[in-house]
């Protein structure tokens, strides 16, 4: 929750947290929902594990693919003083 703040300049933050929060609540809402109706539809609970495994998964990568772009943006940053 705190990696947003990290890359994102005081000027723009707000309106980046802003984002990031809408964004995420969205996901919250319609993750469950999306779950269910993969469960319906396959006829078990297993679809809904299933993409919940996935998201889980993705979360390493994406804090990799993350953390790259800071570094990257740091490198490219010019230096103050």
């Avoid at 890359?7 to 809408?22: H, N, T």
Wanted: charged residues 10%; glycine residues 14%.
């Amino acid at each position: 929750m705190s990696l947003p703040a990290r890359a994102l300049a005081p000027a723009r933050r707000a309106l980046g947290m802003g984002l990031f929060y809408s964004v995420y609540y969205a996901t919250m809402l319609i993750a469950p929902w999306l779950g269910g109706k993969l469960a319906l539809w396959a006829g078990g609970a297993g679809a809904a594990l299933g993409l919940g495994s996935a998201a889980l998964l993705a979360c390493p990568v994406l804090l990799w693919g993350f953390e790259r772009r800071l570094l990257v943006q740091a490198r490219t940053a010019p230096q103050a003083g």
